[in-house]
């Protein structure tokens, strides 16, 4: 009888991981619930007119569903030219950037120089200091460089990011060092290894950072008002700008635009959703 009592499993291990397990998918559900709720919001209200939108209280579903926004948004808005100037913004962007955080990253990760800390420290600086301050000086290099109302002017200061080099940097240091050895072993010069062995082991942080300047670069505004005083060669989110009035907005032509404007984005992350989310968990950034 004594050990029997003894071997018996206490009972408080059989509730504890159900009860875990519960609340953690009741809190799951509820942040996917706040999350969804406002991009279903938006999709209804595409299809309401401006009456309907303007209710008190308002109405959840529209009395009859029309595409009217849709043809309003293409006929007010040149969509096709801003669509490839954000296209190719977007890509020499992207391009631009992942190759120079890349190189810099492995610089200050693998090779060793003197003062290399105390420029990073420089770079990590950067980021507590918004980047509203440096629009005069870079405006004054487009400027100088004649290249104002020009799809590159768009592109250019995005190519250098103290945030991209700290991910890759950070991404390069959690590579063990014995493959860098063997490729100089083998002998691979610097570039060699960087191209043909450090690189390739990286692609879920480059992944992540295609993703994060993608983002930033299509919904940029205030940068292309700047470069563009002429109005050409605007991207996207200028002309979704455009559609808010002084005194008073057409919100199913605006969100209609913005569902549009958005389905590029969301083809790309679907695209990279697995790299993205392996290089964020590498990166140290998670919490």
């Not at 809190?27 to 009456?51: D, E, R, Y």
């Not at 420089?122 to 509203?132: D, G, I, Y």
Request: positive net charge.
């Amino acid at each position: 009888m004594a050990e029997s009592a003894v071997r018996r499993p206490p009972r408080s291990r059989r509730r504890e991981k159900p009860t875990s397990t519960w609340l953690i998918h009741v809190v799951l559900i509820i942040a996917s619930v706040v999350m969804v709720v406002p991009f279903v919001w938006q999709i209804l209200t595409v299809f309401k007119t401006t009456t309907e939108v303007s209710k008190v209280p308002p109405t959840v579903l529209p009395a009859e569903f029309s595409l009217h926004s849709f043809e309003t948004f293409f006929s007010t808005v040149p969509f096709w030219s801003m669509f490839a100037v954000s296209t190719g913004a977007l890509v020499l962007r992207v391009a631009g950037q992942v190759a120079v955080a890349a190189l810099a990253g492995y610089a200050f990760a693998r090779i060793p120089f003197r003062g290399s800390g105390a420029l990073f420290g420089l770079f990590v600086a950067m980021l507590m200091v918004p980047s509203q301050l440096f629009l005069i000086g870079q405006y004054g290099l487009i400027r100088d460089l004649g290249l104002l109302d020009t799809l590159p002017a768009l592109a250019i200061p995005g190519l250098f990011s103290a945030f991209g080099t700290f991910l890759m940097r950070q991404a390069f240091l959690n590579m063990p060092k014995d493959y860098e050895e063997a490729a100089r072993l083998d002998g691979a010069n610097p570039f060699q290894v960087f191209w043909h062995v450090m690189l390739p082991m990286a692609r879920p942080m480059l992944a992540a950072l295609t993703v994060l300047t993608g983002l930033y670069s299509w919904n940029d505004l205030l940068w292309p008002l700047i470069v563009s005083p002429s109005g050409e060669n605007r991207p996207l989110p200028v002309g979704l700008a455009g559609l808010q009035g002084q005194f008073g907005t057409d919100y199913p032509t605006l969100m209609a635009g913005a569902l549009v404007c958005s389905i590029p984005l969301v083809i790309v992350f679907l695209l990279l959703q697995r790299q993205f989310f392996a290089g964020i968990a590498n990166s140290g950034l998670k919490g």
